[in-house]
């Protein structure tokens, strides 16, 4: 994957957003800077807000139990979890699932919120961007293992952001790739310590059971 094709796919997933000082995003906290600078003209059409698509989806994916387990299907199904309910904290502001699973200290997983909890201060939500995870693996340090480094193959669905309703929305298309995360046992369930897009390769292998599965619309 060449850097520009990663950068693109980062802006995507880090929720860019357009808003009235351009284009905000994790381009910047994932890479060391874009090759150009964000037009922070906003030239979109004029649209009736009673013409938006509503929010979706709007319910919350069940946590799965094995997040409190001291396992590699609980790191597993900690970052599959986060990824699951991406659409649904898109489309509903509710940010308690990524709050409560990443720690305080992983820059790139606090800028996810901070921009997701922005869209939602300015009037907006998303529309669609369900993530389906097709894959995932756990190289564990320790016994029962301490910490370790998770990653999961993802396909992410066409999403609409509506930061302004009185605005044409920002249609995202679909993407796929594959999220590397530092996984952090905290004594009662695990916690993202850092997350990163890695090169796709040939695919993760489902050890440690994990089921591909997206968020619940």
């Known amino acids: 994957m060449s850097r520009r094709t990663q950068q693109i796919i980062i802006a995507v997933i880090a929720l860019a957003l357009i808003v009235s000082v ?5 381009s910047g906290v994932f890479s060391s800077g874009r090759d150009e ?5 906003d030239t979109r059409a004029a649209v009736d807000p009673s013409d938006q698509p509503d929010p979706s989806p709007t319910t919350a994916p069940p946590a799965p139990a094995e997040m409190s387990q001291q396992t590699a299907e609980g790191a597993q199904a900690t970052l599959r979890y986060l990824l699951d309910t991406y659409a649904y904290m898109m489309a509903t502001g509710d940010t308690a699932a990524w709050t409560q699973g ?9 800028q996810f919120i ?3 909890s922005q869209l ?4 907006g939500y ?9 894959g995932t693996t756990f190289d564990g340090v320790g016994e029962p293992p301490a910490s370790g480094t998770a990653t999961a193959d993802f396909t992410e669905a066409q999403q609409l952001i509506i930061d302004d309703p009185s605005k044409e929305p920002l249609a995202q298309d679909e993407i796929a790739g594959r999220i590397q995360a530092k996984m952090v046992w905290d004594g009662s369930h695990w916690r993202v310590g850092d997350m990163s897009i890695v090169d796709a390769g ?3 292998s489902d050890g440690g059971g994990s089921d591909a ?4 619309g």
Not at 126 to 134: A, D, L
Not at 213 to 216: E, L, R, T
């Open 22 to 26: 351009g284009a905000v995003g994790l």
């Open 37 to 41: 600078a964000s037009d922070p003209t």
């Open 102 to 110: 990443v720690d305080p200290n992983c820059q790139v997983c606090v």
């Open 114 to 116: 901070a921009n997701a």
């Open 120 to 123: 939602h201060d300015q009037g």
């Open 126 to 134: 998303g529309v669609g961007g369900e993530f389906t995870v097709t």
């Open 202 to 204: 040939s695919g993760a």
């Open 213 to 216: 599965g997206g968020a619940a």
